[in-house]
C-alpha cells in the first residue's frame, strides 16, 4: 500500500536548522508531486510548500520563503524539507502529502498524508 512517512522533526533553536525527510513507497515516487503542510498548536493546516515530480519546480508559502527549501532524491524515494533561520511561528506538527493534480495553479487535493512530525522552535 501506499504509505508516506515523515522523520527529522526535533528540538531547534530559534535561528537554527532543521531538516525533515519524507520517505514514499508503495507506488511510483517519481510520478507525483509531493508537499509539506503545517499545523501549529491550536492552528489549522497551513500549506508550506510543494514540489513538482521531477524536482524541476517549487513554490514556497510567504511565510517560509527564503529559510526554507524543498528538494527531492527520486532513486531514494525521499522528499526533504530544508529548514533554516527558523523562528518559534515555525513551531508545527509538520507533514508530508502525496498531491493529486495540476502543480503549477496548485489545484487538486492530497490524497495520502504521513503520521506528520513535529517541529518545536524554541530557546
Known amino acids: 500500500e501506499v504509505q508516506v512517512v515523515e522523520s527529522g522533526g526535533g528540538l531547534v533553536q530559534p535561528g537554527g536548522s532543521l531538516r525533515l525527510s519524507c520517505a514514499g513507497s508503495g507506488y511510483t515516487f517519481s510520478t507525483y508531486g509531493m508537499s509539506w503542510v503545517r499545523q501549529a498548536p491550536g492552528k489549522g493546516l497551513e500549506w508550506v510548500s510543494r514540489i513538482n515530480s521531477a524536482g524541476s519546480r517549487t513554490t514556497y508559502a510567504n511565510s517560509v520563503k527564503g529559510r526554507f527549501t524543498i528538494s527531492r532524491d527520486n532513486a531514494k524515494n525521499t522528499v526533504y524539507l530544508q529548514m533554516d533561520r527558523v523562528k518559534p511561528e515555525d513551531t508545527a506538527k509538520y507533514y508530508c502529502?502525496?498531491?493529486?493534480?495540476?502543480?503549477?495553479?496548485?489545484?487538486?487535493?492530497?490524497?495520502?498524508w504521513g503520521q506528520g512530525t513535529q517541529v518545536t522552535v524554541s530557546s
Open positions: 502529502v502525496r498531491r493529486f493534480g495540476s502543480y503549477y495553479d496548485g489545484t487538486g487535493y492530497y490524497d495520502y
